[in-house]
């Protein structure tokens, strides 16, 4: 999946909760036969990459859950992309959705499936395998995802199992010569200090195709990098998500990256999701006020200046009614009573008394 110590045996995985659906009428969930978890493996026939129904994260014991009730599918060879301020739940969900929290973490679902493999009954080893295989990450930070003290070569190495060690260099070398890093032979036994950046996020990219994954998980993957080299890293996942068939499940606050890379949008707020739908359509009219917060804080070229983030005043999950009603220009005394459902509206769900707004009250 990465560099060193991504797949450790000694990392206690999560306390999961399998929990029922609530609803009369539908039928109790089943484990996938084995025949069905090793087509998942191969991603043979698969719709879609990650389907989440129900999941609740909570951390420590915390009386607040990390993330109430959210849903997420990514489709087979599709783009989503989680979008939100910092604190609303993004990473937890990528996290979670792979079971790769830690044992802080208290986690119950409905539903956590990757490839169509049950992740709440599949065993450990085969866990381990699924994700090893058929998933690839890149890290915000692309520092401290690195081991200082080893080369890249022998990181990478770690994650490629199956083969000599001769033909996994081999396999590294070719990789890395296509995500754009000259001299792979050599910059291999290199230390991470001898890269750029921008070079270890290519490196990374570069271990984590190496296997063959089917789907790629980029947290933040740009934001520690200056904007040409922002610019240059987006094409190459582009590229490679198409040429490869990949899923993508993009993380990221930055609405002008997301536009570029996915077809869809997920907006999280205080561990909630309140609006998903196209890009597109959400990019050019947005229902929830939030999104539009999002968006007006974006920064343009040209154009009005943006508008910073009113921080600070939203509520936790727990609480009662929308959590963001204490920031929102539009509440009204209901906002504070009501958890608002994700309501359909044309292409998109919003969870919002007050959707669909007139643009000029929501302006």
Not at 98 to 116: I, M, P, Q
Not at 152 to 171: S, T, V, Y
Not at 337 to 359: K, M
Request: charged share 30%; proline share 7%; net charge positive.
């Amino acid at each position: 999946m990465g560099p060193d110590g991504l797949e450790r045996e000694d990392v206690r995985p999560q306390r999961l909760v399998v929990r029922r659906p609530s609803r009369r009428g539908h039928p109790r969930r089943r484990p996938l036969p084995r025949h069905a978890r090793r087509r998942a493996f191969r991603g043979e026939h698969v719709t879609a990459a990650v389907s989440v129904r129900e999941l609740r994260v909570t951390y420590g014991g915390a009386s607040r859950p990390a993330l109430d009730g959210v849903d997420l599918d990514v489709p087979d060879r599709g783009s989503v992309a989680l979008v939100g301020e910092s604190g609303s739940g993004k990473s937890t969900l990528a996290l979670a959705a792979t079971r790769l929290l830690d044992g802080s973490a208290a986690v119950s679902a409905e539903e956590l499936s990757l490839f169509e493999a049950d992740l709440l009954r599949l065993p450990a080893r085969e866990l381990r395998a699924l994700r090893r295989t058929r998933v690839a990450m890149v890290f915000q930070d692309p520092r401290a995802s690195w081991n200082p003290t080893r080369t890249i070569a022998a990181q990478l190495l770690d994650g490629l199992r199956g083969e000599a060690r001769r033909e996994r260099r081999a396999r590294l070398v070719e990789v890395m010569r296509r995500v754009g890093i000259g001299d792979p032979e050599e910059r291999l036994d290199d230390y991470p200090h001898h890269f750029s950046g921008g070079m270890l996020q290519r490196a990374m990219l570069a271990g984590g195709l190496a296997h063959g994954p089917r789907l790629l998980i980029a947290d933040e993957p740009t934001s520690a990098l200056d904007t040409t080299v922002q610019a240059e890293l987006l094409t190459l996942i582009d590229e490679l998500r198409v040429e490869e068939g990949l899923s993508l499940l993009l993380i990221s606050h930055d609405l002008g990256v997301v536009g570029r890379m996915a077809a869809e949008v997920v907006v999280l707020f205080a561990g909630r999701v309140v609006e998903r739908g196209p890009t597109d359509e959400i990019l050019r009219s947005p229902q929830h006020p939030y999104t539009r917060e999002l968006i007006a804080a974006t920064p343009r070229l040209h154009g009005p200046r943006k508008v910073p983030l009113r921080v600070g005043r939203g509520r936790g999950p727990a609480e009662t009614g929308c959590s963001y009603a204490p920031r929102c220009p539009l509440a009204v005394e209901a906002c504070a009573q009501e958890t608002p459902p994700l309501r359909t509206i044309g292409a998109v769900q919003v969870a919002c008394i007050r959707a669909p707004v007139d643009e000029a009250v929501a302006g």
